[in-house]
């Protein structure tokens, strides 16, 4: 019974940080926000795990950290006068398609699609691997790269990164061509080059971490685009029947990723399914779980694990890329912490969301500041973004703010790796090349639109 009470507590919790997002949605008037999109992230992240497994613990008090942190984030945006930034936003619809459908973009785009490509074989050849073994041998090639990568024996090269970043900057041109694009086929094409090397790595490597951020990065392209011309909604309406669609074909591509893990040696259907479930489970729910049962443990209460007791270390895990360049020789095993939480063999994993890391740099109190001002400056940053006529950095800021809202159900994504650094100093070049560009170009552009309504 009293497991119950508290799972339910949880639940309400989760409903409240859908409740102030909401909130903050009266406000404003739209759910493109930061404020909103980072509540309707965590609200996704706690409420389906919760709900779907009922059964399974979790401790209520750590649902309630989580709230206060997206409150104190959504109260980041209380400093700026909204009204007349979403006013001045509305002035540069009739620029959007020039600026973000440029034929230099476009050229980047196809380019980063065939470097990301290249890059990816060269490094798949760095490690050993052959054509032949991933065409004929796709499942016991992509099971030897990931017993590579989770033994820490992958041969460290060049190839590999530069394959990441230019999937990610791949992905979100993709994002802003793809609203520029006139014709059914041309919007499909976009869509099928924006996340083939993703694919690709998710397949031949078992690893669909890339494809999933390459899927936030170009949704956060699109949204740029339609803030830029006013239209500020989060989803098309009609567009079910082909959201379907995509989202079959990424079950699909996730299955795939999955049997390379050594489930394509399981003879057995009912075998196979039961391992499915548990690779899904584990993936997509096994986060709030075990964050939870970390929270208990160091707030003194019952825990399956019992965590080891660390010194603070002043913001490493949360800005770890920096520490390392300011020469820190602290070692972070892959995914952050070598706890793996357990429920029976349903739930298994070492991901205890950025949360964990953020309470241990800055302590309880700390991490519900440290929210507030990463809120102040979000927030900020999309103000700028709104009444800029043609914004450069705060575009690439909005960029990865999408990233890190994703990422911090696994750890925070500017302690994580390197590689999103380059990645948005490679899309602040690219922005302020295309910038320059479509400034000189000699175009006319049309007179203003009156102006309309926010619309949510």
């Given at each position: 019974m009293m497991g119950t009470f508290e799972k339910c507590l949880a639940l309400v919790f989760s409903l409240m940080i859908l409740g102030q997002a909401y909130l903050v949605r009266r406000y404003v008037g739209t759910w493109l926000f930061p404020a909103c999109l980072f509540g309707l992230f965590w609200f996704g992240y706690t409420f389906v795990p919760l709900a779907i497994l009922f059964w399974v613990p979790a401790n209520p008090y750590a649902i309630a950290c989580l709230f206060l942190c997206s409150l104190a984030f959504s109260m980041g945006s209380l400093a700026f006068d909204w009204k007349t930034?979403?006013?001045?936003?509305?002035?540069?619809?009739?620029?959007?398609a020039i600026v973000y459908g440029s034929p230099f973009l476009k050229v980047v785009f196809y380019v980063s699609t065939v470097a990301s490509l290249v890059f990816l074989t060269l490094n798949l050849f760095a490690q050993g691997f052959s054509l032949h073994d991933l065409l004929f041998d796709l499942y016991a090639s992509a099971a030897a790269y990931a017993n590579l990568r989770f033994s820490e024996d992958l041969n460290?090269?060049?190839?590999?990164?530069?394959?990441i970043v230019f999937a990610y900057l791949d992905a979100i041109l993709g994002g802003f061509l793809f609203p520029c694009v006139p014709t059914k086929t041309g919007r499909r094409l976009i869509v099928v080059l924006s996340f083939l090397p993703s694919i690709l790595v998710a397949v031949t490597q078992s690893a669909k971490w890339h494809l999933f951020l390459c899927i936030v990065f170009f949704y956060a392209g699109l949204l740029v685009y339609r803030a830029s011309v006013g239209t500020l909604r989060l989803f098309d309406k009609g567009r079910m029947k082909s959201l379907t669609l995509y989202v079959a074909t990424l079950i699909a591509i996730v299955t795939v990723s999955f049997l390379g893990r050594g489930l394509y040696t399981?003879?057995?259907?009912?075998?196979?399914?039961?391992?499915?479930?548990?690779?899904?489970?584990?993936?997509?729910?096994?986060?709030?779980?075990?964050?939870?049962?970390?929270?208990?443990?160091?707030?003194?209460?019952?825990?399956?694990?019992?965590?080891?007791?660390?010194?603070?270390?002043?913001?490493?895990?949360?800005?770890?890329?920096?520490?390392?360049?300011?020469?820190?020789?602290?070692?972070?095993?892959?995914?952050?912490?070598?706890?793996?939480?357990?429920?029976g063999e349903l739930l298994t994993g070492n991901i205890f969301t950025m949360f964990r890391g953020l309470i241990l740099d800055f302590g309880l109190?700390?991490?519900?500041?440290?929210?507030?001002?990463?809120?102040?400056?979000?927030?900020?940053?999309?103000?700028?973004?709104?009444?800029?006529?043609?914004?450069?950095?705060?575009?690439?800021?909005?960029?990865?703010?999408?990233?890190?809202?994703?990422?911090?159900?696994?750890?925070?994504?500017?302690?994580?790796?390197?590689?999103?650094?380059?990645?948005?100093?490679?899309?602040?070049?690219?922005?302020?090349?295309?910038?320059?560009?479509?400034?000189?170009?000699?175009?006319?552009?049309?007179?203003?639109?009156?102006?309309?309504?926010?619309?949510?």
């Open positions: 930034a979403f006013e001045r936003n509305a002035r540069k619809r009739e620029t959007a460290g090269n060049i190839f590999e990164r530069l394959s399981i003879n057995d259907n009912e075998d196979l399914i039961r391992k499915l479930v548990e690779y899904y489970s584990s993936y997509s729910f096994s986060h709030i779980y075990a964050f939870s049962d970390w929270f208990a443990f160091f707030i003194g209460r019952r825990s399956e694990l019992m965590y080891s007791q660390e010194s603070a270390p002043h913001g490493f895990y949360t800005f770890a890329v920096l520490f390392k360049l300011m020469g820190s020789d602290k070692v972070l095993p892959i995914g952050m912490f070598d706890d793996y939480y357990s429920y109190i700390g991490s519900v500041l440290f929210m507030l001002a990463t809120g102040l400056l979000f927030h900020l940053s999309f103000h700028a973004m709104l009444r800029n006529r043609r914004p450069v950095f705060t575009v690439a800021v909005f960029v990865l703010m999408m990233g890190y809202f994703y990422a911090s159900f696994i750890s925070s994504l500017l302690g994580s790796n390197r590689i999103y650094y380059v990645t948005f100093v490679l899309l602040l070049i690219v922005l302020q090349i295309n910038k320059r560009i479509t400034r000189t170009d000699g175009r006319r552009l049309a007179p203003p639109e009156p102006l309309v309504g926010v619309v949510a």
